[in-house]
């Protein structure tokens, strides 16, 4: 079983602070990992891809990527509370075609 | 340009009934995905479609399930008969091969509910 973990939360951050979601995943062949933002009752958005291993930054956003360790992270600096929202973790694999598998979602809710 | 287009947003029927979810997938985009999201188990691929063909449909959950493409605008998802274990949110992505991200864009859903 392919397992993309991620703890469910609530993450609970105060406005202005950074926010530090993580995702763990069980198959080595991933080789490509998404990070996307769900607001309550609306669907799935893309914020992040990363590739490679280290980081990629994107505005108040930084991905990073160790897979030695199998570990994603996403960064959310500057928190605002416009950010409360359940973040997605996903990866791909080389061998799964164009399938993408999900984590459950942490919930994170920034406090003004 | 429109996103991807799902019909009906909100649906309520009743056990042993027959369901039929529809999706326009982006114009242009040549890979179509089916996901259903539940509280208990996430988001779950059921199906995906290239150029219209069916690629993978092991997450289809039974034989009470099946997606179609007949062309690269349309698609749908049929439950038949419907199930209570079978309410969630269903939702249509497409994506572009090829691109820089191959980032998938989601739908707006379809929630059932079956009584």
């Known amino acids: 079983q392919k397992e993309v973990e991620q703890n469910s939360g609530p993450l609970s951050v105060p406005e202005g602070a950074i926010a530090s979601l993580n995702c763990t995943y069980s198959d080595r062949g991933s080789q490509s990992f998404f990070w996307y933002r769900q607001y309550s009752g609306k669907s799935p958005e893309l914020i992040m891809f990363?590739?490679?291993?280290g980081d990629k930054e994107d505005g108040r956003f930084t991905a990073q990527l160790n897979k030695a360790s199998q570990y994603v992270s996403l960064l959310i600096r500057d928190s605002q509370p416009s950010d409360s929202a359940t973040y997605l973790c996903?990866?791909?694999?080389?061998?799964?075609?164009?399938?993408?598998?999900f984590g459950k979602g942490t919930s994170l809710l920034v406090t003004p | 340009d429109a996103g991807v287009i799902q019909s009906p947003r909100h649906e309520v029927t009743e056990m042993g009934q027959e369901v039929t979810l529809r999706c326009k997938p982006i114009?242009?985009?040549?890979?179509l995905f089916w996901y259903r999201q539940t509280m208990m188990r996430g988001l779950e691929l059921l199906i995906y479609?290239?150029?219209?063909?069916?690629?993978?449909d092991s997450g289809m959950p039974e034989d009470r399930f099946s997606a179609k493409m007949p062309n690269a605008s349309f698609s749908t998802l049929k439950i038949q008969p419907s199930e209570p274990r079978d309410s969630a949110v269903y939702f249509c992505?497409?994506?572009?091969?090829?691109?820089?991200?191959?980032?998938?864009?989601f739908g707006p859903g379809t929630r059932l509910t079956v009584l």
């Open positions: 990363i590739y490679s291993n």
């Open positions: 992505a497409s994506s572009l091969a090829g691109g820089s991200t191959d980032t998938q864009y």
């Open positions: 479609f290239n150029n219209n063909v069916p690629i993978d």
């Open positions: 114009s242009g985009h040549d890979y």
């Open positions: 996903a990866a791909r694999a080389f061998d799964s075609g164009y399938a993408l598998n």
